[in-house]
C-alpha cells in the first residue's frame, strides 16, 4: 500500500510533467498507447528538474557532465543548471533542517546567513 506522501509526490511529479508539456510522459502517465520513449526537448528537461527540486537539479547537473549519456543540445540545456538555478527559500530548509537536527538551530550554530549563494 502506497503512503500519502508517495502518492502526493507522485502527483507532484505527474503535475509537473503535464505542465511542462513532456507528451510521451502525459501520454504514458494517462494510460495511452506510447511508442518509442522519446526524451522531452532539452529545455523542457531543464524545466522539469528545476521544478522538481535540489535532488533533481543536482541529476541534472551530473547529466550535464556526459555527453556520453546525452545529445550535445541536452549537454547544453543542463549545463546552466551549474550555476542559474533558483535558491530553494530559506522558510524550505528551515524546516528541513529543525527535521533533521538533534537540536534547536540556535544551539548549533552561532549564525546562519539565509541568503542564497
Keep these: 500500500m502506497k503512503s500519502a506522501i508517495t502518492s502526493s509526490r ?11 508539456g513532456w507528451v510521451y510522459m502525459k501520454t504514458l502517465l494517462t494510460g495511452g498507447q506510447t511508442g518509442e520513449p522519446d526524451l522531452p526537448t532539452p ?3 531543464r524545466n522539469i528538474l528545476v521544478e ?13 557532465t556526459r555527453p556520453d549519456l546525452l545529445p550535445e543540445d541536452y549537454i547544453d540545456a543542463l549545463s546552466t543548471l551549474q550555476a542559474d538555478v533558483p535558491p530553494v527559500p530559506w522558510s524550505e530548509v ?4 529543525r527535521r533533521q537536527l538533534p537540536q534547536p538551530l540556535e544551539e548549533i550554530f552561532s549564525a546562519i546567513d539565509t541568503n542564497a549563494v
Design 43 to 45: 529545455k523542457v528537461l
Design 10 to 20: 507522485q502527483g507532484e511529479i505527474a503535475e509537473i510533467v503535464f505542465r511542462n
Design 94 to 97: 528551515e524546516v528541513l533542517l
Design 52 to 64: 522538481l527540486g535540489p535532488v533533481y537539479v543536482k541529476l541534472g547537473q551530473l547529466l550535464s
